[in-house]
């Protein structure tokens, strides 16, 4: 049992990861039906340039925390949703907006937006597996726009994670998390990152 009151279902890893500088280094974080995700550990390496790491949440405004109204097959692009589609400052979801959607395998699947019409949403990417009416619609929006937990990295060393059980916690059950660093001048690596599911 954690500090944080819960038992921890299971474990998820971040493997060493880096990108060339001006590439944000992004990891799309799974998260189980009635689970939440906690982060609990970090190791990142900067170079010469302070950088943030940044995890992304959906925030709470309807249009961000969606829900699909029809069925959507693989190797389509097109999702239409129930409610108006924003990002979580509240602006109308636009292209390069960050998205995932509940697959019926209950995975999630992150994409991003290529065009809004109304409630029909076009990715950039066509969908890899299905999509039942009624699932989950999340939308992330940008760093710019966004709702996250944020740690700022100090240039030129090892940043390691806070001395406690639980670094960060997602406010959402069942929700995913999109992790970036934007990795702007000098680049970083992430040599591993540690969540857990959580049962409350």
């Known amino acids: 049992m954690s500090q944080y009151?819960?038992?921890i279902e299971t474990f998820r890893t971040v493997d060493y990861h880096t990108e060339a500088a001006n590439t944000a280094i992004d990891e799309q974080i799974q998260c189980s039906a009635g689970q939440r995700l906690a982060l609990l550990f970090y190791s990142i390496v900067t170079s010469t340039t302070a950088h943030v790491l940044y995890l992304l949440q959906t925030g709470a405004l309807a249009g961000a925390r969606n829900s699909t109204t029809a069925a959507a097959s693989a190797?389509?692009?097109?999702?239409n949703v129930t409610t108006t589609p924003t990002d979580p400052a509240g602006n109308a979801?636009?292209?390069s907006d960050?998205?995932?959607?509940?697959c019926t395998d209950g995975s999630w699947e992150f994409n991003t937006i290529a065009s809004v019409a109304t409630l029909a949403i076009t990715h950039t990417n066509n969908l890899a597996k299905a999509v039942a009416s009624g699932a989950a619609y999340l939308i992330f929006g940008t760093v710019a726009h966004g709702s996250y937990q944020s740690f700022t990295l100090?240039?030129?060393v090892t940043n390691v994670s806070p001395a406690v059980p639980i670094v960060a916690v997602n406010p959402y059950v069942g929700d995913p998390w999109y992790v970036t660093i934007p990795n702007a001048t000098a680049a970083s690596v992430i040599q591993t990152m540690l969540f857990a599911e959580i049962n409350k």
């Open 154 to 156: 100090t240039a030129s």
């Open 98 to 102: 960050i998205v995932a959607y509940r």
């Open 75 to 79: 190797a389509q692009k097109i999702i």
């Open 5 to 7: 009151g819960a038992f």
């Open 93 to 95: 979801a636009a292209a």
